[in-house]
């Protein structure tokens, strides 16, 4: 089955403490990126990859690292998560940045 | 900085009724426009994808439309079903490079048998 997995789906964690949240796609797809979901702000990007090591920041990166080793998968990593990184996260995937017909995770709740 | 706004925030409707979910950019300069589909608690389902060149896309009960020139796209739901029951987002590409979409803050549908 095609799809885009996220782990964990929750987190709660403190301040300070580094974490990481896997994202894997099984659909060959060049294109991954990570958004979060914040009440009255709706979805905005934070990391995007356009393929095995290239990645670029979106709108909100401040407080986040990305990296893509490898084709289908795309960890966002919190080094120092702060109460304000409190949020939904989800990642996405599609064919290619041009294609941008994207495949969402089931998203990863996380609370600092 | 594009802007992009779904009206209504809410709507609850009786099953059968057509509907008509509205969204606005404030740039014309887009790629594409994305119509999602949130379930409570799950990820985005993508509905309707529709490029700058195109007029409307249609899947099933559903047609989406655009007008890029007056910065407005419609997802046109008919015969609604207590299925339909989620929030619907809409995003917009720019054009000239950006991968970063912009998203609309979503409208919350219930549908009521």
């Known amino acids: 089955e095609a799809q885009v997995t996220q782990n964990p789906r929750y987190l709660i964690t403190v301040t300070g403490k580094k974490l990481t949240v896997t994202c894997s796609q099984n659909?060959?797809?060049?294109?991954m990126s990570w958004y979060r979901q914040d009440p009255g702000l709706g979805l905005r990007q934070i990391y995007y990859?356009?393929?095995?090591?290239?990645?670029d920041k979106g709108d909100v990166p401040e407080g986040y690292k990305v990296s893509r080793k490898e084709k289908r998968n795309f960890p966002l990593i919190l080094e120092s998560p702060s109460p304000n990184q409190t949020s939904l996260y989800f990642c996405?995937?599609?064919?290619?940045?041009?294609?941008?017909?994207?495949?969402f995770g089931p998203g990863t709740r996380l609370t600092v | 900085k594009q802007e992009v706004t779904q009206i209504p925030a809410a709507l609850s409707v009786p099953e059968g009724e057509n509907l008509v979910l509205n969204c606005s950019f404030t740039?014309?300069?887009?790629?594409?426009l994305q119509w999602f589909r949130q379930d409570p608690g799950k990820g985005l389902t993508s509905l309707l994808l529709?490029?700058?060149?195109?007029r409307e896309q249609t899947s099933g009960r559903l047609n989406a439309s655009l007008d890029k020139s007056s910065g407005r796209s419609t997802l046109y739901i008919a015969a609604s079903q207590p299925g339909d029951s989620a929030t619907y987002l809409c995003?917009?590409?720019?054009?000239?490079?950006?991968?970063?979409?912009?998203f609309g803050r979503g409208t919350s549908l219930i549908v009521h048998p």
């Open positions: 990859s356009m393929n095995v090591e290239v990645t």
């Open positions: 996405a995937s599609s064919l290619s940045a041009s294609t941008l017909e994207q495949y």
């Open positions: 995003a917009v590409r720019p054009t000239g490079g950006s991968y970063i979409p912009t």
């Open positions: 740039d014309s300069a887009i790629y594409n």
């Open positions: 529709i490029q700058s060149s195109q």
């Open positions: 659909m060959n797809h060049e294109y």
